[in-house]
């Protein structure tokens, strides 16, 4: 019987196709990503069925945290800048140019005004160290009044960019009057449309909007 | 794998018998690469942000001084329902605007939950609404209007929870007001009754 000789196969598997897979969806999630911006604080939000998302751009967002502390921002850069000019001309700061380039490359500010240049001069390592015990933006229920900073901040940046879209991203369990300030003071601006910041819940079987959902007309 | 040849017997003569020098293969090994790239891979998998969080819209009523009494919108009474979200997530509510002082209005407490709770007295409401407007005694644009009255010791995860219900109850008509001194006393003698803290 003549010996049947196998061919010895090479244990080597061709990894360049698994290569290409790979990079490929590197690519891909490194271009989806959107790292998280740096938040003073962490604040969780309370959820509804609502399914709105946020829009990606031109967002002002005022954060109040459990204790009612409030951060202001800002997403865009150039608006950042032009904002903290206008701020730095408006409430006589002496901001140096430095510090309003540190102030359009930070994220949430909440400072006092008063406070607000020393706190552009730190480094950024302190400036975190002082968000710990920041007091936030100091707000009142009368728009005009020179106590409420918030409206100041809204109004200028408004002013900048007025297709700038309100949220408002509050801790469940921040208190009701923080929140009431801030409306109160968007209601002097007549503002009368905002958005709210909600993790997404289902909605329960058996309710109205459940029957929308599901496509069945509303009992109206 | 790339290894020099440093054995010196052959040197550089050219002839037969001398050994040729050894052929490197073309092929890199590209094992270490793809570890490379589904280490990066996972870890961007894992700090990306996919889920985009979710908004409510609200509006508010337009508020202008200028705008006489008589002008404003006036609902009917029997429509309507008026909810205090008061301390430890406690909701009191009550049928009607209760601006009648001869007759304070019943204050029932309940709290947010999915069966017994907020949810089943709006549902209710609909219903005898939807009566009402059967019977004619309201007319056929009157809706359920729901007013919302957060006390200063309600969070705002109340408030949040209170405008999802009125989209999940698809409740069109609803305002967050301002608490009166009225509604504050009513609060306390029902938690005075109840020996409530």
Same mark, same amino acid.
Request: net charge neutral; proline share 6%; with cysteine.
């Given at each position: 019987?003549?010996?049947?000789?196998?061919?010895?196969?090479?244990?080597?598997?061709?990894?360049?196709?698994?290569?290409?897979?790979?990079?490929?969806?590197?690519?891909?999630?490194?271009?989806?990503?959107?790292?998280? @911006?740096?938040? &003073?604080? +962490?604040?969780?939000? &309370?959820n509804?069925?609502?399914?709105?998302?946020?829009?990606?751009?031109?967002?002002?967002?005022?954060?109040?945290?459990?204790? =009612?502390?409030?951060?202001?921002?800002?997403?865009?850069?150039?608006?950042?800048?032009?904002?903290?000019? /206008?701020?730095?001309?408006?409430?006589?700061? =002496?901001?140096?140019?430095?510090?309003?380039?540190?102030?359009?490359?930070?994220?949430?500010? =909440?400072?006092?005004?008063?406070?607000?240049?020393s706190?552009?001069?730190?480094?950024?390592? #302190?400036?975190?160290?002082?968000?710990?015990?920041?007091?936030?933006?100091?707000?009142?229920?009368v728009? +005009?009044?020179?106590? /409420?900073?918030? %409206?100041?901040?809204?109004?200028?940046?408004?002013? /900048?960019?007025?297709?700038?879209?309100?949220?408002?991203?509050?801790?469940?369990?921040?208190?009701?009057?923080?929140?009431?300030?801030?409306?109160?003071?968007?209601?002097?601006?007549?503002?009368?449309?905002?958005?709210?910041i +909600?993790?997404?819940? %289902?909605? @329960?079987?058996g +309710?109205?909007?459940?029957?929308? #959902?599901?496509?069945? &007309?509303?009992? #109206? | 794998?790339?290894?020099?040849?440093?054995?010196?017997?052959?040197?550089?003569?050219?002839?037969?018998?001398?050994?040729?020098?050894?052929?490197?293969?073309?092929?890199?090994?590209?094992?270490?690469?793809?570890?490379?790239?589904?280490?990066?891979?996972?870890?961007?998998?894992?700090?990306?942000t996919?889920?985009?969080?979710?908004?409510?819209?609200?509006?508010?009523?337009?508020?202008?001084?200028?705008?006489?009494e008589?002008?404003?919108?006036?609902?009917?009474?029997?429509?309507?329902?008026?909810?205090?979200?008061?301390?430890?997530?406690?909701?009191?509510?009550?049928e009607?605007?209760g601006?009648?002082?001869?007759?304070?209005?019943?204050?029932?407490v309940?709290?947010?939950?999915?069966?017994?709770?907020?949810?089943?007295?709006?549902?209710?409401?609909?219903?005898?609404?939807?009566?009402?407007?059967?019977?004619?005694?309201?007319?056929?644009?009157?809706?359920?209007?729901v007013?919302?009255?957060?006390?200063?010791?309600?969070?705002?995860?109340?408030?949040?929870?209170?405008?999802?219900?009125?989209?999940?109850?698809?409740?069109?008509?609803?305002?967050?007001?301002?608490?009166?001194?009225?509604?504050?006393?009513?609060?306390?003698?029902?938690?005075?009754?109840?020996?409530?803290?």
């Amino acid at each position: 019987m003549p010996k049947l000789k196998m061919p010895r196969k090479s244990t080597h598997v061709d990894m360049t196709a698994m290569c290409d897979v790979a990079f490929l969806l590197l690519t891909f999630f490194m271009l989806a990503t959107k790292f998280k @911006p740096d938040e &003073p604080v +962490t604040v969780t939000t &309370p959820n509804s069925i609502s399914e709105i998302p946020l829009p990606d751009a031109d967002i002002m967002m005022i954060t109040v945290d459990e204790k =009612g502390r409030m951060f202001f921002s800002v997403d865009n850069v150039n608006v950042r800048k032009a904002l903290i000019d /206008n701020m730095d001309e408006y409430k006589k700061l =002496g901001l140096s140019e430095e510090e309003k380039i540190k102030f359009a490359k930070g994220s949430s500010i =909440g400072v006092p005004l008063s406070q607000l240049k020393s706190y552009l001069a730190a480094d950024p390592a #302190q400036q975190k160290e002082f968000d710990k015990t920041a007091t936030g933006i100091p707000t009142d229920t009368v728009v +005009t009044s020179d106590a /409420n900073e918030l %409206a100041a901040w809204i109004r200028l940046a408004r002013n /900048n960019n007025p297709k700038l879209r309100i949220t408002i991203k509050a801790d469940g369990d921040a208190s009701y009057p923080e929140i009431k300030k801030i409306i109160t003071t968007l209601e002097g601006w007549k503002i009368f449309k905002f958005n709210l910041i +909600t993790g997404l819940k %289902a909605v @329960p079987p058996g +309710t109205a909007a459940y029957d929308i #959902q599901m496509g069945k &007309p509303a009992q #109206q | 794998m790339a290894e020099m040849d440093t054995s010196s017997s052959g040197g550089h003569k050219k002839g037969p018998g001398v050994k040729k020098g050894k052929k490197l293969s073309t092929r890199i090994d590209l094992t270490p690469m793809v570890d490379l790239g589904f280490l990066l891979i996972t870890f961007f998998m894992y700090t990306t942000t996919m889920s985009k969080p979710k908004t409510m819209e609200i509006n508010m009523p337009y508020k202008d001084e200028n705008i006489k009494e008589d002008e404003q919108t006036k609902i009917k009474a029997s429509t309507v329902v008026s909810v205090l979200l008061s301390k430890d997530h406690r909701i009191y509510y009550y049928e009607g605007i209760g601006d009648d002082p001869t007759k304070p209005p019943q204050l029932n407490v309940t709290y947010f939950k999915p069966k017994d709770g907020i949810r089943d007295v709006l549902i209710n409401k609909k219903k005898a609404v939807e009566e009402l407007k059967a019977s004619g005694a309201l007319g056929a644009k009157d809706q359920v209007t729901v007013i919302i009255k957060p006390d200063v010791t309600s969070t705002y995860e109340d408030l949040v929870n209170m405008l999802d219900e009125m989209s999940i109850n698809d409740i069109r008509v609803y305002a967050i007001v301002d608490i009166t001194p009225v509604d504050k006393e009513f609060i306390q003698m029902t938690e005075q009754a109840n020996g409530v803290q």
